[in-house]
């Protein structure tokens, strides 16, 4: 799926691709935000499909993927990841080249809301 040669889960396909990326935006998905994923299109697929039933049998959303927020409506939002896309420990290797204190949005931590490290310049 991702040109990575021989490599046999999602996982290990973002650790070599990490080494070889520039930006972070440029890995792949984690394992766990792509089954997630799969789960919210598996879903949204049986909801068409007994779209013309009038009281169509759906497991609950909750285990497919899907947040209930309460507002005014009761409305569905998508679970994009359930732990932290990136370890603590390669958030510590990655640093920026800001000159200026990263203070501007031309920052690339910044600007993905990330905090910048002891080794950022």
């Given at each position: 799926m991702y040109k990575c040669g021989n490599i046999?889960?999602?996982n290990?396909?973002?650790?070599?691709?990490?080494?070889?990326?520039?930006?972070?935006?440029a890995l792949p998905p984690t394992q766990n935000?792509?089954?997630l994923h799969n789960k919210r299109a598996h879903y949204q697929a049986l909801?068409?499909?007994?779209a013309s039933i009038q009281q169509p049998n759906l497991p609950s959303p909750?285990?497919?993927?899907?947040?209930?927020?309460?507002?005014?409506a009761?409305?569905?939002?998508?679970?994009?990841?359930?732990?932290d896309p990136i370890p603590k420990a390669c958030k510590e290797l990655m640093f920026c080249?800001?000159?200026?204190?990263?203070?501007?949005l031309r920052c690339?931590?910044?600007k993905a809301k990330l905090f910048c490290t002891e080794v950022c310049s």
């Open positions: 046999e889960s999602v290990e396909a973002r650790v070599l691709l990490f080494s070889k990326a520039t930006k972070p935006a935000a792509l089954e909801v068409w499909k007994q909750d285990e497919m993927g899907w947040i209930k927020e309460d507002g005014n009761v409305q569905l939002v998508p679970l994009l990841i359930t732990y080249s800001c000159k200026s204190g990263c203070t501007t690339g931590y910044k």
